[in-house]
């Protein structure tokens, strides 16, 4: 078993080659290898993997899959798909891929058989699903739903609102699907206020179904509803459940035929090919959904036998890793160019930086080295005009992953050729940079004195070598975005294993919640504290004295 990587001998040797490359252009490695584009890029189904703008060469390439073999990562995966506890703080095994397994495959989960019951709720959500989108469902008042709301947050919240954006095109047209997940009242009510009880189901998904976030939307959607059906009898026609907690689902008044399960094998960053999918189901239907599930499947299946050297996840996840350890580069950035992707960078903050952003390793020893990166990502051509001038000019480097459709349902030329002709650019530029002789020239062309561009040339110079991956795939059909979605699951996987990490716990959530309900405490009071540091007292009290009076 590795713990700390950077003892093994070969994170020297990786630190010499970083000595060797950093100050190698990638323009010179491409002017030195012209079959660097098909050495360096991977087509999987219909996803072109382009991994060559990168500040690798083959040996380098070598070194670093050298490390993914010592730190065991076949191993440990193995692990995972067997089901075995690798969530060793809780005791749990991980195994959101066997919610995607192909009927009839036999999955586990800390020795326990979970095949057959996982296929069980999912043909509960499709049945669910159904009635609903062929109106069989009906409300108190024997109306068809017209709006699903879904109230969760986090991994409740996160994927189902990622896909179900993203695969709009899909979308059931007579239907509409909502997310609420701020506790701040105005979500709830922004999303209420055009929408009709009589005709709204909610579902509130939480696996804990002790977020309070959660529970407290889940409260105010139920006085709306009653405000107008009245009888609690009838409440069961509006209000779903998805929890692996089902007690309290019921004891908050959910019919027990109303909840749907989900298992603690499952992380909530990795749940929406569960129950938590149900408003997906319902918005893109059954059929779209097997397909999502199949491109995660294909996915897990590549992941589990390509040779580490061809595997995608595998090398997203060292590619990270040289540039998060041995560049010391602190973030990443992701920008899908498509702009349904544009919940995509959100959902990966969670999946990446929860599972991640850790400082104690699988021994609960401190890391002496850099783990999770800051991610954060827009759609890449609005980004263009909001940070690409740091990406392009800053003192950072920020490695980028650029995704996009060949084709989308419209493909109107005249859009979608501008939107290829920007993701290719700016991934050149960020690569080729500019350097002084071609300023020079472009400066004199523009007709300026040598004395103007003396003064200009320092600004216009564009250092380049700022590295990218693009992900370039022919459409975004389901089936390509379960099949992104599980790279970067498993890229998030690999990571953290040669990082020592375990990366499905979360204790790091727990603080602020604990203090949030002991302050929550003190303001139903309404008397002034001096419990906390004074700054913490000041704003409470602060708060206190200038609120509202009915607030
Ligand atoms: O952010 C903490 C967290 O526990 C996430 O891991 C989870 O996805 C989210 O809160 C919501 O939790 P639940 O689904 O239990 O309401």
């Known amino acids: 078993m590795i713990s700390n990587p950077t003892n093994l001998p070969l994170w020297s040797i990786l630190?010499?080659?970083?000595?060797?490359?950093?100050?190698?252009?990638?323009?010179?490695?491409?002017?030195?290898?012209?079959?660097?584009?098909?050495?360096?890029?991977?087509?999987?189904?219909?996803?072109?993997?382009?991994?060559?703008?990168?500040?690798?060469?083959?040996?380098?390439?070598?070194?670093?899959?050298?490390?993914?073999?010592?730190?065991?990562?076949?191993?440990?995966?193995?692990h995972m798909f067997a089901g075995d506890p690798i969530n060793h703080t809780e005791g749990r095994a991980v195994q959101h891929a066997a919610l995607r397994q192909r009927p009839g495959k036999r999955a586990f989960a800390n020795g326990e058989e979970i095949s057959q019951e996982i296929e069980?709720?999912?043909?509960?959500?499709k049945a669910l699903a159904e009635s609903?989108?062929?109106?069989?469902?009906?409300?108190a008042t024997n109306q068809p739903i017209t709006d699903v709301v879904n109230i969760g947050i986090g991994g409740s919240h996160l994927g189902p609102l990622m896909v179900t954006e993203a695969l709009r095109p899909y979308a059931i047209h007579d239907l509409k699907v909502h997310y609420v997940n701020n506790i701040d009242e105005n979500h709830i009510n922004n999303t209420l206020e055009a929408l009709n009880p009589e005709t709204t189901l909610f579902i509130i998904a939480s696996k804990s179904f002790t977020t309070q976030d959660t529970l407290v939307n889940a409260h105010t959607a139920r006085e709306w509803l009653l405000n107008r059906i009245e009888?609690?009898?009838?409440?069961?026609?509006?209000?779903?459940?998805?929890?692996?907690?089902?007690?309290?689902?019921?004891?908050?008044?959910?019919?027990?035929?109303?909840?749907?399960?989900?298992w603690d094998w499952v992380g909530g960053r990795y749940s929406l090919w569960s129950a938590i999918g149900l408003s997906i189901v319902i918005s893109i239907g059954a059929e779209n959904f097997d397909a999502l599930l199949d491109g995660a499947y294909e996915v897990d299946q590549h992941f589990r036998t390509a040779p580490l050297a061809e595997n995608i996840p595998v090398l997203m996840a060292l590619i990270g890793i040289w540039y998060n350890n041995f560049f010391n580069s602190e973030s990443i950035v992701i920008l899908p160019y498509d702009q349904n992707m544009h919940r995509f960078p959100a959902y990966l903050q969670q999946a990446d930086m929860e599972s991640n952003g850790k400082c104690r390793d699988r021994q609960g020893n401190?890391?002496?080295?850099?783990?999770?990166?800051i991610l954060f990502g827009e759609i890449g051509i609005a980004s263009q005009h909001a940070f690409y001038q740091l990406l392009h000019q800053g003192t950072k480097l920020v490695p980028a992953d650029m995704l996009v459709p060949i084709s989308n349902q419209r493909c109107i030329a005249r859009h979608h050729r501008a939107l290829m002709s920007n993701i290719f650019a700016q991934a050149e530029a960020l690569m080729l940079g500019k350097n002084e002789d071609e300023v020079t020239a472009e400066l004199k062309a523009e007709g300026m004195s040598a004395e103007e561009i003396e003064k200009l040339l320092p600004y216009k110079l564009f250092p380049g070598n700022r590295p990218t991956n693009t992900f370039v795939f022919y459409t975004l059909d389901p089936k390509t975005l379960g099949s992104l979605i599980a790279m970067y699951e498993h890229k998030i996987f690999v990571q953290g294993?040669?990082?020592?990490?375990?990366?499905?716990?979360q204790w790091g959530v727990e603080l602020g919640k604990k203090l949030a309900n002991e302050i929550l405490t003190?303001?139903?009071?309404?008397?002034?504290?001096?419990?906390?540091?004074?700054?913490?007292?000041?704003?409470?009290?602060?708060?206190?004295?200038?609120?509202p009076e009915k607030s």
């Open 231 to 262: 009888n609690e009898s009838d409440l069961h026609h509006h209000l779903v459940a998805v929890s692996a907690n089902m007690e309290a689902a019921q004891a908050f008044g959910v019919a027990p035929e109303n909840v749907f399960k989900m």
């Open 366 to 373: 401190h890391v002496d080295y850099q783990t999770g990166p």
């Open 132 to 139: 609903i989108r062929t109106r069989q469902w009906r409300g």
């Open 120 to 125: 069980e709720e999912l043909q509960r959500v």
């Open 15 to 78: 630190q010499d080659e970083y000595e060797r490359i950093k100050d190698v252009h990638m323009r010179d490695m491409f002017e030195q290898d012209p079959e660097r584009f098909e050495k360096f890029s991977i087509k999987f189904n219909d996803i072109l993997f382009d991994f060559s703008k990168n500040r690798i060469e083959s040996e380098t390439l070598k070194l670093l899959i050298n490390l993914a073999e010592q730190c065991n990562v076949g191993e440990w995966r193995d």
């Open 497 to 505: 294993i040669i990082w020592n990490l375990n990366s499905f716990d």
């Open 522 to 547: 003190e303001l139903n009071t309404g008397e002034e504290v001096d419990s906390h540091d004074c700054s913490t007292n000041g704003l409470i009290n602060y708060y206190l004295r200038t609120r």
